[in-house]
């Protein structure tokens, strides 16, 4: 089944450490979405990438950090520098730029204290 | 900068008691509108895509209209099953701007 997981589900961490968030996608979508989601508000843009070894800062990158390598993963860093790091993680992907609708994951919901 | 408002922000129906929920947007170049559903826990689910004012989507139960101003997700004679939040987002460029979200309930 084609499709984009995310691991892992839950995690927790001590502050003052930085976590890894994984994403995978099986769709050959060229490109690939981090997004942040807390209660109350709308999905927030964190990091974007287009490409393989290209990517782009979206509205709340500040204290993370991504890669791209190869074009089915798109980790995340959540550094000891994001002040509110608790929140639930979203990973998408689109075969493209617009107007291709975004396919998300399953989530990953980050506790830090 | 794009806004999305979304409006109710909850909503409690019967079941059979149809009902729309509002998308209201400002965004610079419209390129794509866009319905989800989320279930509690999980991620967004696409429901439909819609490009340019007068343009109607269906699937099953849940119709998308779109104006220059505003979207409606109605929803005709709801089940209990279609309980989730509702999110509309407006793309521009390769950004997808997201409202808050309706939440629907339906009572059996």
């Known amino acids: 089944d084609g499709g984009i997981t995310q691991s892992p589900k839950y995690l927790f961490r001590k502050e003052g450490q930085n976590v890894t968030l994984s994403c995978e996608q099986n769709?050959?979508?060229?490109?690939m979405y981090w997004y942040r989601q807390d209660p109350g508000q709308g999905l927030r843009l964190i990091y974007y990438?287009?490409?393989?070894?290209?990517?782009q800062k979206g509205d709340i990158a500040e204290g993370y950090s991504v890669s791209r390598e190869k074009k089915e993963s798109f980790p995340l860093t959540v550094t000891s520098a994001q002040k509110n790091p608790t929140a639930f993680y979203l990973c998408?992907?689109?075969?493209?730029?617009?107007?291709?609708?975004?396919?998300f994951g399953p989530g990953t919901r980050l506790t830090v204290t | 900068e794009d806004q999305v408002t979304q409006s109710p922000e909850a909503l409690r129906l019967q079941e059979g008691e149809s009902s729309s929920l509002n998308c209201s947007y400002t965004v610079s170049g419209l390129r794509g509108l866009f319905w989800y559903r989320q279930d509690p826990g999980k991620g967004p689910e696409f429901l439909f895509t819609l490009y340019s004012a007068g343009e109607e989507k269906e699937k099953e139960r849940l119709k998308a209209t779109l104006t220059k101003k505003e979207s409606f997700l109605h929803i005709t004679a709801p089940k209990p099953e279609d309980s989730a939040t509702y999110l509309c987002?407006?793309?521009?460029?390769?950004?997808?701007?997201f409202g808050a979200g309706t939440t629907v309930t339906v009572r059996a």
């Open positions: 987002a407006v793309q521009n460029d390769y950004k997808l701007s």
């Open positions: 998408a992907s689109s075969r493209g730029g617009p107007p291709y609708e975004q396919y």
């Open positions: 769709l050959n979508h060229d490109a």
């Open positions: 990438s287009q490409i393989v070894n290209d990517f």
